[in-house]
């Protein structure tokens, strides 16, 4: 089937003439004279175009508010800009329009754009990559331009913003789809375990390998590998991955024979890897080698105009999963979602999206369904609905202004509570030949012998001069006990007690 485009026809002008542009190139077109029928088809009308383009009108407010239904339903919108507007950039970030064009616009040139644009939409569903930030868009047409090649790729973000959705992607829209896809966690093996993992071992490499057994590299031979949390990796492996980088072959563990692969690498990282570079945690020539092409995915708190969007498609998406009747979300609800901070990305959002569509009594997600330190965590904060796009440098200000607002609604937190339990404290038992261990809360009071109080104010530094005096008390000043039941060396003793003073 064609694809569909609705033309509004506030400059007539141009719409008939890329009307007749678009019916030329293969669309399905409709021209509408308002933007309140637009809004009704869109609203009511199946199938829902793919593809709006407004030739004008797009200061009023109803072009606003088609805009908003247009973008909750990931359908693309071009905007057609007079050649007089001083911000056309700026206006179609607050408008949420996908892509605008300067008037006179060439009918050809129109024409192009919305096959783009539709191209993108029909990646996204493809590829699962929900999003219409800047931000988002960017990484698409960088996924789009990276398939085709074999070269390396780092993808940075934090946790759950999608480093391994977008690593598949890649995979899946690049010639090696079909081959292999392996994904290794570098983190969740120790050194050893890792090095066999990945390039595997010879029979009797080491105790315990009875077999031959081949390693991720040579599994994925053909097809695609994605290291994550590569960051993480020690440095051993880090001089063998280097080795395959350089020049595509291994040894296995115990191995004298070079092996070939062809595998093209993907590798993510929820740290800044420069910076692991520059404390010495990571190698810098692997860190050239890895860093050939860059994803980067900024954290969900920083493109909030996709939250919506997003808690639709999962409301959608669990609603049918757990084949339930699910109405949505109420905009105050909504609200709050937008509001709130989301250090666990979109993985946290999808997740409680899920919680949310099981749990919800009344077949619709409302403020009350939506757990406590979600809500509170994002009042008073100030970024609101629709996520309006603004500068770099105003975002960024935006976003460091968020952080010390956080920040000191966290400190408000945490003296509350301290307040509201002034008299109970936590005691660390110092006793014989056990570490230092947290024990059950009592009422404070002078500490009896051997026990070391923690009271609300104190740093790390006196409760450890605090355990080091109660231990030297117990041991009736024995520095060599008294650094036994500590757990710590007798050298590292003398040590803190020059810097505490207490010789
Ligand atoms: N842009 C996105 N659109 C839709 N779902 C997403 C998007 N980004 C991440 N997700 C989902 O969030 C979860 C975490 O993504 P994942 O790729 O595992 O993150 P990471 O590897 O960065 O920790 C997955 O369920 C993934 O499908
Ligand atoms: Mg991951």
């Not at 010879?202 to 390998?209: N, V």
């Not at 020539?285 to 639709?312: G, M, S």
């Not at 056990?434 to 609300?456: K, N, Q």
């Amino acid at each position: 089937m064609a694809d569909r485009v609705l033309v509004t026809t506030d400059d007539l002008e141009h719409a008939v003439r890329i009307n007749a542009h678009l019916e030329t190139a293969g669309f399905q077109t409709a021209l509408t004279s308002s933007f309140d029928d637009v809004s009704r088809a869109v609203g009511t009308g199946d199938p829902a175009p793919d593809c709006i383009v407004l030739t004008g009108g797009l200061h009023e407010t109803s072009a606003a508010h088609l805009l908003r239904i247009a973008r909750d339903r990931s359908i693309s919108t071009l905007g057609l800009v007079e050649s007089t507007e001083p911000d056309p950039k700026g206006l179609a970030g607050r408008l949420g329009l996908t892509a605008y064009l300067a008037k006179p616009a060439d009918p050809a040139e129109v024409t192009a754009t919305v096959r783009r644009l539709i191209d993108r939409r029909r990646l996204q569903e493809r590829t699962g990559i929900i999003g219409e930030s800047p931000a988002i868009q960017e990484v698409l047409v960088k996924i789009e331009q990276m398939a085709p090649v074999s070269s390396t790729v780092l993808v940075e973000g934090e946790s759950g913003t999608g480093k391994e959705l977008v690593a598949r992607a890649i995979h899946d829209l690049s010639p090696r789809r079909g081959q292999p896809f392996i994904a290794v966690n570098c983190a969740a093996l120790p050194e050893a375990l890792l090095e066999s993992e990945l390039f595997g071992h010879e029979k009797g490499a080491f105790t315990g390998a009875a077999e031959r057994r081949l390693g991720r590299f040579e599994l994925a031979d053909g097809g695609t590998i994605f290291l994550d949390e590569v960051g993480e990796m020690p440095p051993a492996p880090q001089v063998k991955l280097l080795r395959v980088l350089e020049d595509r072959s291994f040894f296995r563990v115990g191995g004298t024979h070079p092996i070939a692969v062809d595998v093209r690498v993907i590798a993510a990282t929820n740290k800044a890897l420069k910076e692991e570079v520059a404390l010495g945690q990571f190698r810098d020539d692997l860190f050239y080698r890895l860093n050939v092409l860059y994803i980067y995915l900024p954290p969900l708190r920083a493109r909030k105009a996709d939250i919506p969007l997003l808690v639709r498609r999962f409301i959608a998406e669990f609603a049918a999963a757990h084949d339930k009747r699910f109405r949505g979300i109420t905009p105050e609800a909504l609200q709050i979602l937008v509001d709130a901070d989301w250090p666990g990305n979109i993985r946290q959002l999808r997740n409680l999206v899920e919680s949310m569509v099981v749990l919800a009594p009344e077949g619709e997600i409302r403020a009350s369904d939506i757990p406590r330190d979600i809500r509170e965590r994002g009042r008073g904060l100030p970024m609101r609905l629709p996520g309006a796009t603004r500068s770099v440098a105003g975002q960024e200000l935006e976003f460091i202004f968020r952080s010390l607002v956080e920040l000191k609604l966290q400190v408000e937190d945490l003296r509350r509570r301290l307040e509201e339990r002034p008299q109970r404290v936590e005691v660390i038992e110092v006793g014989p030949g056990s570490a230092l261990a947290p024990v059950a809360a009592v009422d404070t009071e002078p500490a009896p012998d051997g026990e070391v109080v923690y009271r609300p104010g104190m740093t790390m530094a006196d409760v450890e001069r605090a355990a080091i005096e109660a231990a030297l008390r117990q041991t009736k000043g024995n520095r060599r006990k008294a650094s036994e039941i500590l757990g710590i060396g007798e050298r590292t003793l003398y040590r803190k007690l020059k810097e505490y003073a207490l010789v």
